[in-house]
C-alpha cells in the first residue's frame, strides 16, 4: 500500500524528521539534568554535558521527595476507589438497564467534560466545611469523584461487550446480582482493571489544578512542587529538568510497560468506545 | 396466599423465592449506582448550580455576600480588557491547536499506514507525550522557545530570532472593544507545545480509524483502476469523519479549558497575550479574592463547552442505542 506519489525514503525521512521534533524536549531535559550549574550557559544548552554530574537530581530529589510521597499517597487509593465505583455502576449501567438508565449514564458523562473551574469555589467550601482542605484525603475524595465518569464509562463500554446469555446462564444456575459480578464480570474485566487503572494513575499523577487549589505547601503533590521549583527567585535549569523528570518517571515507566493499555484509555475517553 | 393448598406449595414458594430474588437483585443495583449518582449530583450539578448563583453575588473579597448582583459580573467581563483578551486567545489558540492536531496526527497515520518497518517504534514515541504531565511540558518548552536560548540558537544561523512567547505582537490586528483583534504570536508558541504533547491523541483515533476499514474497500477500489491518492481522498477520508469529529470536539473541550500548559510555560503574559479565561479564573478568584468574577468567568468556560458538548454527548449515546 505505497503512496505511489511519495516514495518509502521520503516517508521515512518525514518521520526521522518529526520524531526529532517529539524527542527534542526529552533530550534537552535530559542533558540539562546532567549538566553541573556551570556549564549551563545559554550558549551550549543543547551540547552534551563534559562531565555527567548527577549532583542535580540528588537536589531535585530532596526538594521534591516529599511532594513524591504526597503524590503516591494520593494516587494509589483515589486509583482504586475510582476504579471499583466505575466497576459498580457500570455494571448496572450495562448489564441491568432500566428506564432512563441511558438518561442517567449520559448526564453522569457530561461530569468528565465540564471545566473544574465550574466547580471548584463550592468545592472548596464544602472541603473546608468538613475538614478535608488542604489534605491528601480531601485530594482523594476530588479525584475519585470526578473519576467516577471516566470510569463508569470505561466499565460500561467493557461490560457491554460481554455476551447476555452468560448472564442469563448464571442467573439460572442461582447466581444472584453479586455472585454474576464478582464470579463473571470481575474476572472477565481484569484487562478493563488494567486500563481503567492506568488511565486514573496518569491523569491523577498529571493533574494540576485541583492540586494548587486544594492544597498547600507540605501537603502538595509532586506537580505544584515542580511548577514552584520553577517559580523560585534563582532558575536552576539543571534542578529543574531533573525534577521534572523525576516527577514525569512514574507515568512514564507504566506507559512504557504498558503502553498498550494507555493508548485503549485514550481511545474510551472519546466516549463512543 | 396464606392458605395454600399442599399440592402447589412447591410452586408457590419457587415463585416467592423468584420475587424476592429479584428485587434484592434489584436492590443491590440501587445500592452499586447509587454512591456514584449521588456524588455526580451534588458534586456536579450541584456545585455548577452553586457557582452560577455565586456568579450573580456580590462576593468579590475575601467575606463572602451573597447579596444579589444580577448580571453585573459578567457585564464586567465582557468590558474587561484582560477577559477580552482571554476570548481572543482561547479563539485563535483553539482554531490553531485542533487544525495542527488534525494534520499532523491524520498525516502521520498515512504515513504509519504504508507498512512501515519500525511503525510501532514511531507509533510509540508519537504518542508518549500523552502520558506527561501539562506542567512538564509546559516547564520544559518554556526554556526551549526561550527567545535567547533553545530553538533559537538553531534559527540564529538563518537570521531568524522569534520571540516565541514574549512577543506580545498581534497579527492582522486591528481595534475591537479594548483590545487588538488579531491572532497574537505568543500563542503559536504555547500552541507547539500542546500540539506536541496532544498529537498522540488524533494518531491514536485516526490509527483505530484505519484498521477498522477493511482491506477488501482498497482492494476493491484499487480493481477499479482508482490511484493511492483517490483511494486515500475518495474513499478512506470520507469514512475516517467521524473520527474527527470526534477528536475537533475533545480537543476543543481541552482547548477551552486549558490553564496548567499555560499556567507553568508563560504566565498571563505581558499585556495579556497568552492569558486564557482557565488562568484569569484561577488567579482572580484565588489570588485576587474575586470569587463573583470568577464563578462568572468559569460559568462561561463551562457554557462555551457545553454548546458542542451536549448535542456531540447526545448524538453519540443515540447512536449507540
Same mark, same amino acid.
Given at each position: 500500500?505505497?503512496?505511489?506519489?511519495?516514495?518509502?525514503?521520503?516517508?521515512?525521512?518525514?518521520?526521522?524528521?518529526?520524531?526529532? &521534533?517529539?524527542?527534542?524536549?526529552?533530550?534537552?531535559?535530559?542533558?540539562? /539534568?546532567?549538566?553541573?550549574?556551570?556549564?549551563?550557559?545559554?550558549?551550549?544548552?543543547?551540547?552534551?554535558?563534559?562531565?555527567?554530574?548527577?549532583?542535580?537530581?540528588?537536589?531535585?530529589?530532596?526538594?521534591?521527595?516529599?511532594?513524591?510521597?504526597?503524590?503516591?499517597?494520593?494516587?494509589?487509593?483515589?486509583?482504586?476507589? !475510582?476504579?471499583?465505583?466505575?466497576?459498580?455502576?457500570?455494571?448496572?449501567?450495562?448489564?441491568?438497564?432500566?428506564?432512563?438508565?441511558?438518561?442517567? &449514564?449520559?448526564?453522569?458523562? &457530561?461530569?468528565?467534560?465540564?471545566?473544574?473551574?465550574?466547580?471548584?469555589?463550592?468545592?472548596?467550601? #464544602?472541603?473546608?466545611?468538613?475538614?478535608?482542605?488542604?489534605?491528601?484525603?480531601?485530594?482523594?475524595?476530588?479525584?475519585?469523584?470526578?473519576?467516577?465518569?471516566?470510569?463508569?464509562?470505561?466499565?460500561?463500554? #467493557?461490560?457491554?461487550?460481554?455476551?447476555?446469555?452468560?448472564?442469563? !446462564?448464571?442467573?439460572?444456575?442461582?447466581?444472584?446480582?453479586?455472585?454474576?459480578?464478582?464470579?463473571?464480570?470481575?474476572?472477565? !474485566?481484569?484487562?478493563?482493571?488494567?486500563?481503567?487503572?492506568?488511565?486514573?494513575?496518569?491523569?491523577?499523577?498529571?493533574?494540576?489544578?485541583?492540586?494548587?487549589?486544594?492544597?498547600? /505547601?507540605?501537603?502538595?503533590?509532586?506537580?505544584?512542587?515542580?511548577?514552584?521549583?520553577?517559580?523560585?527567585?534563582?532558575?536552576?535549569?539543571?534542578?529543574?529538568?531533573?525534577?521534572?523528570?523525576?516527577?514525569?518517571?512514574?507515568?512514564?515507566?507504566?506507559?512504557?510497560?504498558?503502553?498498550?493499555?494507555?493508548?485503549?484509555?485514550?481511545?474510551?475517553?472519546?466516549?463512543?468506545? | 396466599? =396464606?392458605?395454600?393448598?399442599?399440592?402447589?406449595?412447591?410452586?408457590?414458594?419457587?415463585?416467592?423465592?423468584?420475587?424476592?430474588?429479584?428485587?434484592?437483585?434489584?436492590?443491590?443495583?440501587?445500592?452499586?449506582?447509587?454512591?456514584?449518582?449521588?456524588?455526580?449530583?451534588?458534586?456536579?450539578?450541584?456545585?455548577?448550580?452553586?457557582?452560577?448563583?455565586?456568579?450573580?453575588?456580590?462576593?468579590?473579597?475575601?467575606?463572602?455576600?451573597?447579596?444579589?448582583?444580577?448580571?453585573?459580573?459578567?457585564?464586567?467581563?465582557?468590558?474587561?480588557?484582560?477577559?477580552?483578551?482571554?476570548?481572543? %486567545?482561547?479563539?485563535?489558540?483553539?482554531?490553531?491547536?485542533?487544525?495542527?492536531?488534525?494534520?499532523?496526527?491524520?498525516?502521520?497515520?498515512?504515513?504509519?499506514?504504508?507498512?512501515?518497518?519500525? =511503525?510501532?517504534?514511531?507509533? %510509540?514515541?508519537?504518542?508518549?507525550?500523552?502520558?506527561?504531565?501539562? $506542567? $512538564?511540558?509546559?516547564?520544559?518548552?518554556?526554556?526551549?522557545? %526561550?527567545?535567547?536560548?533553545?530553538?533559537?540558537?538553531?534559527?540564529?544561523?538563518?537570521?531568524?530570532?522569534?520571540?516565541?512567547?514574549?512577543?506580545?505582537?498581534?497579527?492582522?490586528? *486591528?481595534?475591537?472593544?479594548?483590545?487588538?483583534?488579531?491572532?497574537?504570536?505568543?500563542?503559536?508558541?504555547?500552541?507547539?507545545?500542546? $500540539?506536541?504533547?496532544?498529537?498522540?491523541?488524533?494518531?491514536?483515533?485516526?490509527?483505530?480509524?484505519?484498521?477498522?476499514?477493511?482491506?477488501?474497500?482498497?482492494?476493491?477500489?484499487?480493481?477499479?483502476?482508482?490511484?493511492? *491518492?483517490?483511494?486515500?481522498?475518495?474513499?478512506?477520508?470520507?469514512?475516517?469523519?467521524?473520527?474527527?469529529?470526534?477528536?475537533?470536539?475533545?480537543?476543543?473541550?481541552?482547548?477551552?479549558?486549558?490553564?496548567?500548559?499555560?499556567?507553568?510555560?508563560?504566565?498571563?503574559?505581558?499585556?495579556?497575550?497568552?492569558?486564557?479565561?482557565?488562568?484569569?479564573?484561577? =488567579?482572580?478568584?484565588?489570588?485576587?479574592?474575586?470569587?463573583?468574577?470568577?464563578?462568572?468567568?468559569?460559568?462561561?468556560?463551562?457554557?462555551?463547552?457545553?454548546?458542542?458538548?451536549?448535542?456531540?454527548?447526545?448524538?453519540?449515546?443515540?447512536?449507540?442505542?
Amino acid at each position: 500500500m505505497v503512496l505511489r506519489s511519495i516514495s518509502k525514503p521520503i516517508i521515512y525521512l518525514i518521520l526521522i524528521g518529526v520524531s526529532l &521534533f517529539f524527542l527534542m524536549p526529552i533530550y534537552v531535559l535530559i542533558i540539562t /539534568s546532567l549538566k553541573p550549574l556551570e556549564e549551563i550557559t545559554l550558549a551550549n544548552m543543547w551540547k552534551f554535558p563534559s562531565v555527567l554530574d548527577v549532583s542535580s537530581y540528588s537536589e531535585a530529589f530532596s526538594k521534591l521527595a516529599p511532594n513524591l510521597m504526597n503524590s503516591f499517597y494520593l494516587v494509589i487509593p483515589a486509583t482504586i476507589l !475510582s476504579s471499583m465505583l466505575g466497576a459498580m455502576s457500570g455494571y448496572v449501567l450495562s448489564k441491568w438497564k432500566f428506564k432512563g438508565s441511558e438518561i442517567l &449514564f449520559t448526564l453522569m458523562l &457530561f461530569g468528565m467534560f465540564i471545566p473544574y473551574q465550574s466547580i471548584l469555589i463550592p468545592l472548596i467550601q #464544602f472541603l473546608r466545611e468538613v475538614g478535608l482542605y488542604n489534605t491528601i484525603p480531601g485530594l482523594i475524595l476530588v479525584h475519585v469523584v470526578y473519576g467516577i465518569p471516566i470510569a463508569t464509562l470505561m466499565f460500561r463500554n #467493557f461490560y457491554v461487550n460481554i455476551p447476555d446469555e452468560m448472564i442469563e !446462564s448464571a442467573k439460572i444456575d442461582g447466581a444472584n446480582f453479586l455472585g454474576v459480578f464478582r464470579h463473571i464480570m470481575i474476572p472477565l !474485566s481484569i484487562s478493563g482493571f488494567v486500563v481503567v487503572a492506568i488511565w486514573q494513575f496518569t491523569n491523577i499523577w498529571n493533574e494540576f489544578l485541583f492540586a494548587v487549589t486544594i492544597t498547600t /505547601s507540605d501537603q502538595q503533590p509532586v506537580m505544584v512542587a515542580l511548577q514552584n521549583l520553577s517559580g523560585s527567585q534563582i532558575v536552576q535549569w539543571n534542578v529543574q529538568m531533573a525534577g521534572a523528570l523525576l516527577a514525569a518517571l512514574p507515568t512514564l515507566i507504566v506507559y512504557i510497560l504498558l503502553g498498550k493499555y494507555f493508548v485503549k484509555g485514550l481511545l474510551a475517553g472519546s466516549v463512543k468506545g | 396466599m =396464606e392458605t395454600v393448598k399442599p399440592t402447589n406449595s412447591q410452586s408457590v414458594i419457587q415463585a416467592t423465592r423468584k420475587k424476592k430474588k429479584l428485587s434484592s437483585d434489584h436492590l443491590m443495583a440501587l445500592v452499586f449506582l447509587l454512591p456514584s449518582f449521588i456524588l455526580i449530583v451534588i458534586f456536579v450539578y450541584g456545585f455548577i448550580g452553586w457557582t452560577g448563583y455565586v456568579s450573580l453575588s456580590n462576593w468579590n473579597s475575601l467575606i463572602p455576600d451573597f447579596s444579589f448582583a444580577g448580571l453585573k459580573n459578567y457585564l464586567y467581563l465582557f468590558t474587561d480588557f484582560r477577559f477580552q483578551a482571554d476570548l481572543r %486567545n482561547t479563539l485563535f489558540f483553539t482554531i490553531l491547536f485542533i487544525g495542527l492536531v488534525i494534520l499532523l496526527g491524520l498525516s502521520l497515520a498515512i504515513l504509519l499506514d504504508q507498512k512501515i518497518k519500525g =511503525e510501532s517504534i514511531f507509533r %510509540n514515541l508519537f504518542f508518549f507525550p500523552m502520558a506527561l504531565s501539562f $506542567v $512538564v511540558t509546559g516547564v520544559v518548552w518554556q526554556w526551549l522557545l %526561550n527567545p535567547s536560548t533553545g530553538v533559537n540558537l538553531f534559527l540564529k544561523t538563518f537570521g531568524i530570532h522569534p520571540k516565541w512567547y514574549t512577543d506580545t505582537t498581534i497579527l492582522a490586528g *486591528f481595534k475591537w472593544g479594548q483590545i487588538e483583534f488579531g491572532l497574537p504570536v505568543a500563542m503559536i508558541a504555547v500552541g507547539i507545545a500542546a $500540539v506536541w504533547q496532544m498529537t498522540g491523541f488524533s494518531l491514536a483515533m485516526y490509527i483505530a480509524g484505519l484498521r477498522g476499514i477493511p482491506d477488501e474497500t482498497r482492494e476493491a477500489a484499487r480493481m477499479d483502476g482508482a490511484t493511492e *491518492f483517490q483511494i486515500y481522498w475518495k474513499i478512506i477520508l470520507p469514512q475516517l469523519r467521524p473520527i474527527t469529529v470526534s477528536v475537533i470536539i475533545i480537543m476543543a473541550h481541552i482547548s477551552l479549558k486549558i490553564f496548567d500548559l499555560i499556567y507553568s510555560m508563560t504566565g498571563p503574559g505581558a499585556n495579556f497575550v497568552t492569558d486564557v479565561p482557565g488562568v484569569y479564573m484561577f =488567579e482572580t478568584t484565588f489570588r485576587g479574592n474575586y470569587y463573583a468574577n470568577g464563578a462568572a468567568i468559569a460559568i462561561i468556560m463551562l457554557l462555551s463547552v457545553a454548546i458542542f458538548m451536549v448535542p456531540y454527548l447526545i448524538s453519540s449515546r443515540k447512536g449507540e442505542a
